[in-house]
């Protein structure tokens, strides 16, 4: 195990660091605000991960131009993460409209406390 | 909102914002974008509207974003029946290129801009 | 040629009726039930087309669009997935058809239109998942299958369905997000999406990165059990399951759950090779969370007070069910999984929908409250103990053939443990409720002593859910022809 594996694949390492992070994120931050922020960032991590896979060094975006012979970026994983990011804009949306309404029903969006008036 | 300068503004504004949103939209093989980031700024000019003009509106908000959701939604299911030889493809890098996939993406952006003006009329009032 | 089209028309056609319905709802909201009811009965029409065609011909590939594989998305009709396309049809028909008189009570102000036009958003959803070859499709309606449950959830209103639907919404984001994951480390190792190539790939070269295809394999199943509602994954489940409207929860538990499982159906036996499987001790893994979420989940059902937490609670224990019959690895055991998919599919929607017309009657969800009921609403109760019974595994009824396939899946592949764990938890089940019945049947009566049933169409969704799943019950083979056939072909 060289450490040039490391410095080779560093957007893995990175995106699988977003991805825990995230995931921490959401189960231990009691207010909810800051678990869609949570979810927000475990996305980033996946985005991230799925943009390091279809990567080639030295490589240009994808847009074909006439004439020249180059060696293109895959342009199947940009298309995933498109898909991606409209689901993750909409669990957010969704997640905040759900917030407004827990505010608007129970005055506080801080979950120990939401559980005590739960009881 | 009744100051004079927003409103002025708001008259300037409002038709770049929406020609922007529809230029991001077919261009969107061409340049990043497409529908669902088109939709999004053409959602936030409807946004602006409201936040203009708001009080005195009435059901004229909710009576067109699902007018746009139908149409939008149906335009876009409409992009599976395409067949892989429909005419009207043309050279690359002009702005037809993807032939009736145009309407498709346009479809896919009033969508979203309908949605997105849906969620914030719904919330404010 | 019409056969291969049809499984794609049919969600085509679903959510064009989807889109269609916020006009209805807002202009015309008396026409929303009968829209929806005719889109779902064409479906159901469709879908027993499709049926009959698969079986006769052979699994049918359709590629969207004219663009083959591995450029395009195919979708392939074949025998699981002709199964739950008519399941998920039938289903969701009666359900509507019961939800003509209830939705007006539960739901507040005139959410009708808009619930009509999620449900069908949700059965297109559902039904795309299922026709699916192509992995990158399948997450995208699995994400349009959660948000709709969310919503679905959300639908019923008032103060106690929100932290729920928000718990619900949190942890099904982290499966989407484990799963989105394992298809990326999937994309990596095989560099195809579609389904059968990259089959085909991983036999290739899949030997040469074990741990890669293992961990790809994990993150899939970790997402998809706690989307489907595995133990000990399953925290969202009794919440949003119990607060939701009697519609919503028959769906979410006799549905919802079940296509994720379906998806954990086509990793096991259409993606990965049997040695692969094997290596990795995926299959124990999840033999010992099935058995614990059949133990826990009856366990916790014991000691409930609330009838739809009740309910819930054995939902959980059902899903471990059906994933001890995948975890068997024989094909025994996929034919009990899917037949159990199909029984608890009939059962709990029963359970659900005469639960909520015996709570709307008695007006709270407190099984002490439900004294005596079953005297005045005794044909609605009585379906409610034709569930219970079936689910207990009484024989002649659907749920005893589930239990017995299981328990003989399991006896041919050397875990002869399997067996006792049927008999404990079919006792399990009786001891959870039987004390309902003899609440419901037993006891005197509080509040109005007139014997008045719920409304006629709610009688006919349940009468129809309960001719069913006795025919089921009685003549197993009508069921068996069709289940052995997708069976067969998915291990082979």
Known sequence: MELSIFGANYPYIFSILLFSLGWLIIFTQANLLKKVIGINIMESGIFLFFLAVGDIAGGSPPIYVEGAEQVYVNP???????????????????ALSIIIKIYQSYRTIYMPELLRIME | MDDFIIRKTFRLVIVFLLLYGIYIIFHGHLSPGGGFAGGMIMGLGFILYLL?????????????????VSIGGITEASKFLIGKNFPAAQA?????????????????????????LGIFYLEEK | MVIEFLPFALVVFTLVGAFIMPFFAHWFPRGCIPLTLGVLGLDFFMAITLLLGVKSRGPTGYYIGGWVAPWGIEVRGDGIASIMVLLI????????????????????GNREGW???LLLLISAGMMGLVISGDLFNMYVMIEVVSLSSVALVLAKGGREVLPAALKYLLLATIGSGFILFGIGFTYILTGHLNIGFAAAELMVSGGDYPYLSWVALTFLVIGLAVKGGLFPLHFWLPDAHSTAASTS????????VKVYAVVVMRLFFQLYSSEMLLATDLDRILLVMSVAAILAGSLFALIQKDLKRLLAYSTVAQIGYIFLGLSVFSIMGLEGAIFHIIAHALMKSMLFLS?????????????????GIGRVMPYTAGIFALGAFSMIGFPLLAGFISKYLLALAGWDSGNYLVLPLMVLSGLLNAAYYLPVIKVLFWSEVKGPQTREEGEISGSIALGALAISLIILGVIPEVGRDFIQFAASWLWG
């Open chain 2, 92 to 116: 690359p890098e002009s702005l037809f290129s993807i032939g009736i996939g145009n309407l498709v993406n346009l479809g896919i952006g009033l969508l979203v801009a309908a949605t997105i």
């Open chain 3, 115 to 117: 619930y009509c036009a």
């Open chain 2, 52 to 68: 203009v003009y708001g009080g005195n509106l009435g059901r004229l908000p909710i009576n067109i974003t699902i007018f746009l």
């Open chain 3, 355 to 371: 639960a909520g017309t015996l709570i709307s009657r008695a007006g709270s969800r407190m099984i002490e409250s439900l004294r």
């Open chain 3, 89 to 108: 049809s039938f289903i969701m028909f009666w359900t509507v058809v019961y939800g003509m008189g209830s939705i007006k009570k539960e739901l507040p």
């Open chain 3, 249 to 256: 929860s028959a769906i979410l538990s006799g549905l919802v």
């Open chain 1, 76 to 94: 199947l994983p940009s298309a995933l993460i498109l898909t991606g990011i409209v689901v993750s804009f909409s669990i957010t949306a969704l």
